[in-house]
């Protein structure tokens, strides 16, 4: 086994070395709103589900190379609310073109050629295009030093795309989400491969 200690690394070569190891990551296309009513919408692979009772989310934001917060950032400050767009295959095109750099008050939106829809618990839109989309309020947001933070985000409410979902038995077609994920570089997987594997039990009596 080949080891790295962190400390003798630069930033860039741990983050090298840690967004290529821990995959696949999930990817949220995150829609917010400005103060001035403009709609952003950012991908992040730094992101994943963490609890439930209540359901909880969280992202991991870095500020811009210049230092100054992103859009994601700066506008959950100021409206407490977002919309995670759960990125299925045929929507990874469109959420790449919305990594863009835009300057505050640009919209990917319409870059991106997205469309969007009321949200029904949050200011923030949902994108039509995504599969499945998570209504959050902000819970917490953990500073880390003066370039990263993490937002916590509770989930209130969670749309699915009606052909994807038996609402009787709350099942989701797996297949026909088609999750995408981030792996290390410029490199993506599709969750259409995959295998089941049964949670083990101790038998009874042992």
């Given at each position: 086994?080949?080891?790295?200690?962190?400390?003798?690394?630069?930033?860039t070569?741990?983050?090298?070395?840690?967004?290529s190891?821990?995959?696949?990551?999930?990817?949220?296309?995150?829609?917010?709103?400005?103060?001035?009513?403009?709609?952003?919408?950012?991908?992040f692979?730094?992101f994943?589900?963490?609890?439930?009772?209540?359901?909880?989310?969280?992202?991991?934001?870095?500020?811009?190379?210049?230092?100054?917060?992103?859009?994601?950032?700066?506008?959950?400050?100021?409206?407490?609310?977002?919309?995670?767009?759960?990125?299925?295959?045929?929507?990874?095109?469109?959420?790449?073109?919305?990594s863009?750099?835009?300057?505050?008050?640009?919209?990917?939106?319409?870059?991106?050629?997205?469309?969007?829809?009321?949200?029904?618990?949050?200011?923030?839109?949902?994108?039509?295009?995504?599969?499945?989309?998570?209504?959050?309020?902000?819970?917490?947001?953990?500073?880390?030093g003066?370039?990263?933070?993490?937002?916590?985000?509770?989930?209130?409410?969670?749309?699915?795309?009606?052909?994807?979902?038996?609402?009787?038995?709350l099942?989701?077609?797996?297949?026909?989400?088609?999750?995408?994920?981030?792996?290390?570089?410029?490199?993506?997987?599709?969750?259409?491969?995959?295998?089941?594997?049964?949670?083990?039990e101790?038998?009874?009596?042992?």
């Open positions: 086994m080949k080891d790295f200690l962190l400390a003798d690394l630069s930033p070569d741990a983050y090298k070395l840690l967004r190891v821990v995959t696949p990551r999930p990817v949220a296309l995150v829609t917010t709103v400005s103060a001035d009513g403009v709609v952003n919408a950012a991908p692979s730094f994943n589900a963490i609890a439930y009772d209540p359901c909880m989310v969280v992202l991991g934001v870095e500020a811009r190379p210049d230092g100054r917060p992103k859009d994601t950032s700066a506008n959950i400050r100021d409206l407490p609310e977002f919309v995670v767009n759960i990125v299925d295959h045929a929507l990874a095109e469109r959420m790449n073109l919305c863009l750099p835009l300057e505050p008050g640009e919209s990917e939106i319409a870059l991106a050629g997205l469309d969007t829809a009321p949200s029904a618990s949050v200011r923030p839109p949902r994108i039509v295009q995504a599969p499945a989309a998570l209504e959050c309020k902000r819970h917490t947001t953990l500073q880390l003066n370039r990263r933070e993490i937002i916590v985000g509770e989930v209130l409410r969670i749309v699915v795309r009606p052909d994807l979902v038996d609402a009787d038995r099942r989701i077609d797996q297949a026909g989400l088609d999750t995408i994920g981030r792996l290390g570089g410029d490199l993506y997987t599709t969750s259409r491969d995959t295998f089941e594997m049964p949670r083990p101790r038998e009874r009596g042992r």
